[in-house]
């Protein structure tokens, strides 16, 4: 491979194409990557008939619509990259690509495709499928959904990359998972909107990693964030990314835990 691929681009694209061709072999990943975001969002769905929505000018719609794509994130892409990295970790493969033209930032970023690419498509399907199944009016501002799904796409796969440093083996990673999975779904907004939230408790949940992604979603479908009130969802987004570069330099494992 590393006599006919130099560029960037190709080398890129070619340790894509061999870890998506790896990543269709485990059916495990597969069936939480792929079945287990489709499922969750009806479980937000009947829990919204207990919640008192019209106070917070919110819909079942707007509710469900931003829990999917978390969803999405949380189990397509964080939860597969964690057992993808810590895989091919144990495996050697990472140290195998370290000896070729392969930079570090090409192998975290080649690996990391497959998934991110299956989490942007379903994120776009759930995102069509709640606006057709719970009469979801089109996004008032796209932009900001857009960026919240990029934001979140960047930083679950930074997340997992960090997590995966913490994860022996690939079964553990069903364990060191969990509690990113967990605060996520409980606090950043996917089972229960910031909105019906006590105040102080919403002021800490928006700290949390995912909550500006689920939140920028959510109002890019309602358009009703100003600018002052999208700027620290960005801000939070970006100072998480940053850390998260930072923690991935810093902590994550090329080579097998002894």
Known sequence: MSGTITTPAGRLTALARAEATLLGR??????????????????????TKDMDLEKSGLTPGTVVLPAAIGFSLIFAVYGALVGVFTARREELVLKRLRTGELRDNEILAGSALPAVVTGLAQSVLLAVGCTVLLDVPAPRAPHLAVLALLLGLVLCALLAAVTSAFTRTTESAQVTTLPMMFVSMLGSGMAVPLEVLPDRMASVCELLPLTPVITLVRGGWTGELSAYETLGPVLTALAWTVLGVFAVRRWFRWEPRR
């Open 26 to 47: 485990s059916r495990g990943t597969l069936v939480a990557a792929l079945f287990v975001p489709l499922v969750l969002p009806f479980s937000v769905w009947s829990a």
